[in-house]
């Protein structure tokens, strides 16, 4: 699910937007082997099991007098083998 809104102010807009996800791994473990054909490929497995969960957030403003944006956005990825929080920041500039 992903709600949102925009909000005018004065000199630009802001974006505001939250972000649900659920879903299940059904199939096991995921397997992944990284070869060159010359040495001995390691071998990398994961190990998420049973229902996963996403929940994040972003707010953006956009500046349409220069064409500038920035953006801020976090959120976690949590289930019963593991949570995993992050955070982004960042600045665009369209032509």
Not at 27 to 47: E, H, K, L, R, W
């Amino acid at each position: 699910a992903r709600i949102g809104t925009t909000q005018k102010v004065k000199d630009g807009l802001v974006d505001y937007t939250l972000l649900g996800r659920v879903w299940n791994e059904f199939a096991g473990d995921n397997t992944v082997t990284i070869s060159d054909g010359v040495n001995p490929p390691p071998t990398f497995t994961d190990n998420n099991h049973g229902v996963l969960g996403e929940v994040s957030g972003t707010v953006t403003f956009a500046d349409t007098k220069t064409n500038l944006s920035t953006f801020i956005s976090g959120g976690g990825i949590f289930g019963a083998d593991s949570t995993t929080w992050d955070a982004k920041a960042g600045v665009r500039k369209e032509f």
